[in-house]
């Protein structure tokens, strides 16, 4: 069943109802790199029992059929829990392309234990995200009620301003951007959110302080594992920023612990104090699936993020898959580089060592941790340096790596 077709039909139900219709944890099929909201064409698959071992694969007989040229016909199976365990657990069945938990390979064979949220891709390619059933009914519920205000705004007419129309006092109105109403709506496009609390807005060099006490904290966190002023997020020309106030507990951004210096914070990923989520709302910039921040301007799409969080081998396939024309720069701690791409193929490609074409790709595939910029540029130009498209560069290491 696609999203969009779930949400239609479950999206209105109480949780209540709909965890005693779904006790069960979803595969929900994580979406590409787009500048799209609900993704809704993403295929979900509810597990209905917790009796027997679920089947993942391209067979008409698996349980979980994938529709997909690298995904075995009993690729990888889903060992419900134990009477004693509430625990889910995932093993290869020995598949051709393998099979990986957030990112890393597992041995065929071998029963890895599942949490909440993980990503579980099979191949090169396709990624179903597991989720339990509280956590995939409140994503419902977002996209519910995201869906249900983009219909109300579709029905609501335009109204026109008109700067010469006189007003009650005989002038006419214009723009004052110290009106505090024109303010106030501008600040509060950029926001710090934490459901179900009201959001906060981010003033430009403004800090908001986080924490467990009214008297010092501005988003009121009432928890014992949040300190009285836990951390603080400040918005600034360039970026967003959180930084760790000597909390207890500490906070984590992405997963990593922030430190008393000031150090980004990307709109749409997680920001975790003690029990809670927070996350920064903004215009203009949409969350993908993937934790990447997509910039939105007149001219360019730029995807920005971290390569501890997607892989520099997600960020190939999805240029490739979605044929693709631009230039991704990479910078990791020991060598820089970038690559170019013309409808999906690779182009060029250099490193900082001197490199160039498919053996600094190559070396460049060895990036895990750094950042990438990918740039979209239909002004690729000069003659193409690397041969081989990306998927065929990409196995050709998978298959030297299990080679060494």
Same mark, same amino acid.
């Given at each position: /069943?696609?999203?969009?077709e779930?949400?239609?039909?479950?999206g209105r139900l109480?949780?209540e $109802?709909?965890?005693a219709?779904f006790e069960?944890?979803f595969?929900?099929e994580?979406?590409?790199?787009?500048?799209e909201?609900?993704?809704?064409d993403? #295929?979900?698959?509810?597990?209905?029992?917790?009796?027997?071992?679920?089947t993942i +694969?391209?067979?008409?007989?698996?349980a979980v059929?994938?529709?997909?040229?690298?995904?075995?016909?009993r690729?990888?199976v889903l @060992?419900?829990?134990?009477?004693e365990?509430?625990t @889910?657990?995932?093993?290869?069945?020995n598949? $051709?392309?393998?099979?990986?938990?957030?990112?890393?390979?597992?041995?065929?064979?071998?029963?890895i234990?599942?949490r909440s949220?993980?990503?579980l891709?099979?191949?090169?390619?396709?990624?179903?995200?597991?989720l339990?059933?509280?956590?995939?009914?409140?994503l419902?519920?977002?996209? #519910?009620?995201v869906?249900e205000?983009h219909?109300?705004e579709l029905?609501?007419p335009e109204?026109?301003f008109d700067p010469?129309?006189?007003?009650?006092?005989?002038?006419t109105?214009t723009?004052?951007p110290t009106?505090?109403?024109?303010?106030?709506?501008?600040?509060a496009?950029?926001l710090?959110?934490?459901? !179900?609390?009201?959001?906060?807005?981010?003033? /430009?060099? $403004?800090?908001?302080?986080?924490?467990?006490? !009214?008297?010092?904290? $501005? /988003?009121?966190?009432?928890?014992?594992?949040?300190?009285r002023?836990?951390?603080?997020v400040?918005r600034?020309? &360039?970026?967003?920023?959180?930084? &760790?106030?000597?909390?207890?507990n500490?906070?984590?951004?992405?997963?990593?612990?922030?430190?008393s210096g @000031?150090?980004?914070l990307?709109?749409?990923?997680?920001l975790?104090?003690g !029990?809670?989520?927070l996350?920064v709302?903004?215009? +203009?910039?949409t969350h993908?699936?993937? +934790?990447?921040?997509?910039v939105?301007?007149?001219?360019?799409i730029?995807?920005?993020?971290?390569?501890?969080?997607?892989?520099?081998e &997600?960020?190939? #396939?999805?240029?490739e898959?979605?044929?693709?024309?631009?230039?991704?720069?990479?910078r990791g701690?020991?060598? &820089?580089?970038?690559?170019?791409?013309r409808?999906? #193929? !690779? @182009?060029?490609?250099?490193?900082?060592?001197g490199?160039?074409?498919l053996?600094?790709?190559?070396?460049?595939?060895?990036?895990?941790?750094?950042s990438?910029?990918?740039e979209?540029d239909?002004?690729?130009?000069?003659?193409r340096?690397?041969?081989?498209?990306?998927?065929?560069?990409?196995?050709?290491?998978l298959?030297?790596?299990?080679?060494?």
């Amino acid at each position: /069943m696609e999203l969009g077709e779930f949400i239609s039909r479950y999206g209105r139900l109480s949780e209540e $109802t709909f965890l005693a219709s779904f006790e069960h944890p979803f595969l929900i099929e994580e979406g590409k790199l787009v500048l799209e909201g609900a993704h809704e064409d993403r #295929q979900v698959f509810p597990i209905r029992t917790s009796a027997e071992s679920i089947t993942i +694969g391209r067979s008409k007989r698996a349980a979980v059929r994938v529709k997909h040229e690298q995904i075995s016909n009993r690729h990888a199976v889903l @060992w419900p829990p134990s009477v004693e365990d509430s625990t @889910w657990y995932l093993m290869d069945m020995n598949s $051709t392309n393998g099979t990986y938990v957030d990112g890393v390979r597992i041995e065929a064979g071998d029963r890895i234990p599942l949490r909440s949220g993980m990503v579980l891709r099979f191949g090169l390619e396709k990624r179903l995200a597991f989720l339990n059933a509280r956590e995939f009914y409140r994503l419902v519920c977002k996209l #519910q009620t995201v869906k249900e205000r983009h219909e109300a705004e579709l029905k609501e007419p335009e109204s026109e301003f008109d700067p010469n129309a006189s007003t009650p006092s005989g002038g006419t109105r214009t723009y004052d951007p110290t009106d505090d109403h024109a303010v106030s709506e501008q600040a509060a496009a950029v926001l710090l959110c934490c459901d !179900p609390h009201d959001p906060i807005p981010l003033n /430009m060099n $403004t800090p908001v302080t986080v924490g467990r006490s !009214p008297r010092t904290a $501005t /988003m009121v966190l009432p928890h014992h594992e949040v300190s009285r002023k836990h951390c603080e997020v400040m918005r600034r020309a &360039d970026a967003i920023y959180v930084r &760790d106030l000597g909390s207890a507990n500490g906070c984590f951004n992405c997963g990593r612990r922030v430190g008393s210096g @000031w150090e980004e914070l990307l709109p749409g990923k997680p920001l975790n104090v003690g !029990p809670f989520s927070l996350y920064v709302e903004m215009p +203009g910039i949409t969350h993908s699936d993937y +934790g990447m921040t997509a910039v939105v301007q007149a001219t360019d799409i730029t995807l920005a993020g971290r390569l501890e969080e997607v892989s520099l081998e &997600d960020l190939l #396939q999805d240029v490739e898959s979605n044929t693709k024309t631009g230039t991704l720069r990479l910078r990791g701690s020991t060598i &820089d580089g970038h690559v170019t791409f013309r409808n999906g #193929q !690779p @182009w060029t490609a250099s490193i900082s060592t001197g490199e160039r074409g498919l053996k600094a790709l190559r070396r460049l595939l060895h990036l895990h941790a750094g950042s990438f910029r990918l740039e979209l540029d239909e002004g690729i130009a000069g003659e193409r340096e690397i041969p081989l498209a990306f998927g065929e560069v990409l196995l050709d290491e998978l298959f030297s790596e299990e080679d060494d």
